[in-house]
């Protein structure tokens, strides 16, 4: 079976992307949807994030999601000792999700493909793109942030222009009624891809 990475920078639209191929009948498995569930119910992941941020890192039996991003965000190598405990597990789910689907090929969509340098994992990978100002107010409105708070989640990823040679396939995400046309051509462009596989 195929496998297609679907990634994008924060506000980019790529879950806007992702529902889209739903919506065509490919398979999509959200990672950052996936993760968050694995936090609380993957004893490797609970034991690990614990060691690394302490007894406050969980209230209740839930991940107290705010202290961990009040962390992460101003601190690289602590983020990415945490992406070290957490991508294993979803990488492993993943798989075993992937192994139950009968489509001709399966989406990953993923936010960080290229920053931790896993490409390879992917047969194809699609990077979802728009304009910086229109990422800050997407995320502004949906996620009620400050702007600085999502400066600083930006500052964690590649800039665009360094993922885009790395990519097999681009959208840019300005205008829905051009994405959804630019999904459905890219669609027919990895079914004809799939079928060589």
Request: one cysteine or more.
């Amino acid at each position: 079976m195929m496998i297609v990475g679907l990634t994008g920078g924060i506000g980019s639209g790529k879950s806007t992307v992702a529902k889209m191929f739903e919506k065509l009948g490919v398979p999509v498995y959200d990672s950052d949807h996936e993760a968050k569930l694995l936090m609380v119910t993957s004893l490797t992941i609970k034991d690990g994030v614990t060691r690394l941020f302490g007894e406050d890192a969980y209230t209740e039996g839930e991940i107290n999601r705010k202290y961990i991003a009040s962390k992460v965000f101003k601190d690289k190598e602590l983020l990415k000792q945490l992406n070290a405990i957490v991508h294993p597990v979803v990488r492993e789910h993943f798989l075993q999700w992937t192994a139950q689907q009968s489509a001709p090929y399966v989406i990953q969509e993923t936010a960080l493909i290229f920053e931790n340098n896993a490409q390879d994992k992917y047969d194809f990978t699609i990077l979802v793109t728009a304009p910086e100002e229109a990422r800050i107010k997407r995320v502004m409105t949906r996620d009620s942030m400050d702007k600085e708070a999502i400066l600083d989640r930006m500052k964690n990823q590649m800039q665009d222009a360094d993922k885009i040679p790395l990519a097999h396939f681009c959208i840019e995400n300005v205008d829905l009624k051009t994405t959804k046309r630019k999904v459905k051509q890219l669609h027919t462009k990895l079914l004809a891809l799939a079928a060589k596989f």
